[in-house]
């Protein structure tokens, strides 16, 4: 990554409690934000930051999908570069699930799973090969030539 892009960049935040912050987040790094209540923590997080990468995000869609989501206004900030689409998680405990994941709690886990499905490639445990849809002739095919008494 260049310079440029190795940072979320962010000039003149005013939202609700902000008094034209600017910073420069760097990017792919665990990031944490400290302070006293009322600081302006969420404010720059998930009243900033968070919303206008999601505004970024449901403008890119069509106007068909536009049409089911809610539209959000845009942050009082005079820039924000570098970001990449976001998913916000409440601070609140949303789950009592001791199992419960970010994918979960965030219904992306469903996707993901049709997405890995889709465009994934089985590889068999056993040999290492890749595994490759069969037509049912072709599996009846093989179980038939395997030796009398074998156990499938």
């Known amino acids: ?17 902000l ?25 720059l997080a998930f009243d900033t930051i968070y919303a206008e990468g999601q505004r970024r995000y ?4 069509s106007a068909y ?8 206004g845009k942050p009082d900030v005079d820039l924000i570069e570098g970001l990449s689409p ?11 699930n001791p199992r419960s994941t970010v994918g979960t709690v965030t219904e992306i886990h469903d996707y993901m799973r049709l997405l890995w499905a889709r465009v994934g490639v089985p590889y068999s445990p056993a040999t290492g090969l890749p595994i490759e849809s069969q037509t049912v002739s072709q599996m009846v095919d093989k179980l038939t030539a395997l030796p009398d008494g074998e156990r499938i």
């Open 58 to 61: 449901v403008e890119s869609l």
């Open 19 to 43: 008094k034209g912050v600017d910073l420069d987040i760097p990017r792919e790094k665990l990031v944490v934000m400290t302070g006293l209540s009322g600081s302006g923590k969420s404010s």
């Open 86 to 96: 976001a998913i916000s998680i409440e601070q609140k405990t949303t789950s009592k």
């Open 65 to 72: 999908a536009r049409q089911f989501l809610e539209l959000m």
């Open 1 to 17: 990554m260049t310079e440029k892009h190795n940072f979320i960049r962010v000039r003149g935040a005013r939202e609700h409690n």
